[in-house]
């Protein structure tokens, strides 16, 4: 299996995810400006959408999209630790906060990078996402997990997702068991690990 990847992006999580199931693969960093790779390979000749993460499974097969990758690397692993048998209703839920995750955070927090958007706009998203966040740290003030008491693919993508926050000017602080949870889940061997390949530790 190869990973196409870029620091600190959304691809971290599978990333993180591939160390978790301790399974040998390769990564390869990808200029997301420029659209190549660190090969010099045209990115958008592998992935046409142009963006990571992207999982090479096989001879001029990918995967994309970060909840279906962290899906199809526990499922091949037969790991049910990180995430629930498929058709339980526990793996039901696990795609509820995966979804919850890419629509309701990935999507408003990343929206905050863009340098086009106007300033009303950055504060609608921000206002949204202080809904989202309340809702959130009342959530981990009951358990500390996304799933309850077990890591999951979910607090992967939860924690890179919640990371960008810092790079967008949002504070967390007002979130104490949003804080807790990141150093929670940022201990981790693999979380380590996988910050460090990208250079972010």
């Not at 990847?5 to 591939?18: E, F, K, Q, R, W």
């Not at 104490?176 to 390949?197: C, E, S, T």
């Amino acid at each position: 299996m190869k990973l196409y990847y870029a620091p600190g992006a959304c691809s971290l999580a599978p990333h993180i995810v591939l160390n978790e199931l301790g399974q040998p693969y390769d990564i390869v960093k990808v200029d997301l400006g420029a659209k190549k790779t660190e090969t010099g390979a045209d990115f958008n000749a592998i992935n046409s959408k142009g963006y990571v993460p992207t999982l090479e499974i096989g001879a001029n097969e990918v995967l994309t999209e970060v909840s279906t990758i962290l899906q199809y690397l526990v499922d091949k692993a037969k790991n049910t630790d990180l995430l629930p048998a498929f058709g339980s209703m526990d793996r039901y839920r696990a795609m509820e906060q995966l979804n919850f995750v890419a629509s309701e955070l990935h999507k408003g927090i990343g929206g905050l990078f863009n340098p086009a958007m106007p300033e009303d706009g950055k504060a609608a998203i921000k206002d949204r996402l202080t809904r989202r966040f309340t809702w959130l740290d009342a959530q981990l003030a009951k358990k500390p997990y996304l799933l309850g008491d077990t890591y999951s693919v979910a607090d992967a993508y939860a924690f890179v997702v919640l990371g960008w926050t810092k790079h967008v000017g949002i504070d967390l602080s007002p979130y104490a068991h949003i804080v807790a949870y990141m150093d929670r889940v940022g201990q981790r061997p693999a979380v380590q690990a996988a910050l460090k390949k990208e250079g972010l530790a």
